[in-house]
Structure formats: structure tokens, C-alpha cells
Nanobody, 124 residues
């Protein structure tokens, strides 16, 4: 059974930064793509960023390009989301996810396992 545990969320002022972490267990982490999604109250879950199994390919939502960076440390079974220049509209619960394939994906239903999420709140 795959387990994903996110951390690093919190309350930050607009313009600030946070780094989210997601630690995976239960499978060979390095062989599979990882992604970050977010869900704000009353909205559908949306794609944020994804990374392929060795980190060679990354994908970002247009709304976060140039501000967020996804990375991974396969030795630590961890994927990160560095979030800079945060805006109030970035407020959401952030989820990490993994899928059975090595290539990254941008659609939620293409991921097989999900963490429980970490809250990010950006005040204006």
C-alpha cells in the first residue's frame, strides 16, 4: 500500500514563500511520476505541477509558472513544491499524488494514490 504524507503548509502573507514536502512509502518511489494538486473551498481539484520519475520532465499550471518549482529527491523518497510570490488565490488544500507510470501527467484521474493534503493560506 502506498502512503503519501504532505507537510509544510501554513499561513503566509502575500508575496511570501512556502515549501511543501511529500514523503512516499510503500513502493519504489524513484520509478514513478509525482504531482501536486490543490483544491480551494467550493472549487474542483486542480493541477499545480508534476515531475517525471527522474525529474527530467516537469509540468506546471499556467497560474503558477515562474513562481512554483517542483523537485524530487529519490534518495529521500520525497517530492517538494517550492512556492514563491504567493498570492491569496493560491489559498487551498494542497495534495501530492503518484501514479503507476514514470511519465508525468496533469489530470487528477491519471493518479492512483493521494495524500491527505496540507492547508496553505495566503493572506492579503
Amino acid at each position: 500500500q502506498v502512503q503519501l504524507v504532505e507537510s509544510g503548509g501554513g499561513l503566509v502573507q502575500a508575496g511570501g514563500s512556502l515549501r511543501l514536502s511529500c514523503v512516499a512509502s510503500g513502493r519504489t518511489f524513484s520509478s514513478y511520476a509525482m504531482g501536486w494538486f490543490r483544491q480551494a473551498p467550493g472549487k474542483e481539484r486542480e493541477f499545480v505541477a508534476a515531475i517525471s520519475w527522474i525529474g527530467a520532465v516537469t509540468n506546471y499550471a499556467d497560474s503558477v509558472k515562474g513562481r512554483f518549482t517542483i523537485s524530487r529527491d529519490n534518495a529521500k523518497n520525497t517530492v517538494y513544491l517550492q512556492m514563491n510570490s504567493l498570492k491569496p488565490e493560491d489559498t487551498a488544500v494542497y495534495y501530492c499524488a503518484t501514479r503507476y507510470f514514470s511519465n508525468s501527467a496533469t489530470i487528477a484521474h491519471e493518479y492512483n494514490f493521494w495524500g491527505q493534503g496540507t492547508q496553505v493560506t495566503v493572506s492579503s
